[in-house]
């Protein structure tokens, strides 16, 4: 299995760390200098914002300057040296996030860039016999360079997509991003240096002011692996994907680790951990490991479904002590909700998990009794 273990330090990028409450506002000039930043909140890791978060996360092109940047944040998950490939693959697909925290020693150290991951792949197999056209998005969705901004941005929520590609009758001018409009958005009442004597409005900036008229274009009929290529060289999320000069779908990372959780079958992870820091971060892998075949056993023994389980970590620096509370979801059986304090982690943890057996073994059994009398009503009526 392929980890991140021989990733040079070179290839981790620096990013600065804000406060929770931090204004939103305060946050965005920060994002055109790196590619993502994160949130703590107290002295914990919070979150990850970007320009994609942000884009998801506010109702409008309005945005209050005292809105706090914890609601633009995404709870992205640590990443290790120890961490897979296939997990990396999965955690940018799920997350949506342009760059995931790198942890080492325990210690956030910088963020790992999406356009790494891609590195990581091209000096794999793994792209191998893909064509782009088997891996695009498609259809185009297409607006007129004279539509607004505002129009632009409803369409892209509308469709759910980040992305607009620019035509004019049957020319392509170019593309229009969700990251072109948090970077060159201006507040509203300020003016445009274009626009001296008008006050600024989303409807009425044209999309032709803000898209990138030299968009990347690659023919449909090349290899995936060109395709990923040209994205980390130009280091873009994006390339227009064309047959005899005409738009015929687009090529974004998203498509990428689409098609390789697809071709590789990686499964869904229902593990998710937080909290552990320098004291306890040499646990976190075989702590995932076990609650993945604590899931498979369930699964198997008992026949009932396992939605997630989630496991947070304190540590009680006072007491000295560690304080582990887990949510495991068993679907239309409920939720089961332990917490257990403990002055050694691995007492915690292994007390955590009798504590879970247990409550399944209960479930389970409530479970039975309700089937054995529904059995008896129905013998009955």
Do not use: C
Not at 86 to 104: C, H, I, M, Q
Not at 147 to 170: F, I, T, Y
Not at 237 to 250: E, F, L, Q, T, W
Request: hydrophobic letters at 40%; charged letters at 30%.
């Amino acid at each position: 299995m392929l980890t991140l273990k021989n990733i040079p330090s070179e290839l981790v990028t620096k990013t600065v760390t804000f406060d929770a409450k931090t204004p939103i506002t305060q946050i965005i000039p920060a994002l055109k200098t790196y590619p993502s930043v994160l949130l703590n909140k107290g002295k914990e890791y919070y979150g990850v914002v970007d320009a994609r978060t942000i884009y998801r996360a506010r109702p409008s092109l309005t945005m209050s300057k005292g809105q706090s940047a914890e609601k633009f944040a995404v709870a992205a998950p640590r990443v290790t040296n120890s961490t897979s490939l296939d997990d990396l693959v999965y955690y940018f697909y799920r997350t949506g996030v342009k760059a995931l925290p790198f942890a080492a020693a325990g210690k956030i150290t910088g963020v790992l860039e999406r356009n790494t991951l891609l590195k990581i792949l091209l000096s794999t197999d793994s792209l191998k016999d893909i064509r782009i056209g088997e891996a695009m998005t498609t259809p185009v969705l297409a607006i007129s360079p004279t539509s607004s901004l505002s129009q632009a941005s409803a369409a892209m929520r509308d469709h759910k997509v980040n992305r607009l590609v620019v035509v004019e009758g049957k020319h392509l001018r170019g593309i229009i991003t969700n990251h072109d409009i948090i970077h060159k958005y201006t507040k509203s009442g300020q003016r445009l240096p274009a626009m001296k004597t008008t006050v600024y409005s989303p409807s009425n900036v044209p999309v032709s002011s803000i898209m990138e008229a030299d968009a990347l274009r690659i023919d449909e009929s090349k290899s995936l692996i060109e395709g990923v290529r040209t994205l980390v060289e130009n280091k873009v999320s994006s390339v227009i994907v064309v047959k005899r000069d005409a738009p015929v779908g687009i090529l974004t990372v998203t498509d990428v680790l689409e098609s390789l959780m697809a071709r590789t079958k990686i499964k869904e992870r229902r593990v998710f951990l937080s909290g552990f820091d320098q004291n306890t971060y040499e646990y976190e892998d075989q702590v995932r490991e076990e609650l993945a075949e604590f899931i498979d056993q369930i699964e198997k023994m008992s026949g009932v479904k396992v939605d997630y389980i989630t496991m947070r970590v304190k540590g009680i620096k006072s007491k000295r002590e560690y304080e582990l509370y887990a949510r495991l979801s068993l679907g239309r059986h409920g939720i089961i909700t332990i917490s257990t304090t403990k002055f050694l982690f691995a007492e915690a943890f292994k007390d955590m998990m009798k504590k879970l057996r247990e409550q399944v073994r209960k479930e389970k059994e409530k479970a039975l009794t309700v089937r054995k009398v529904n059995a008896l009503r129905e013998m009955e009526e």
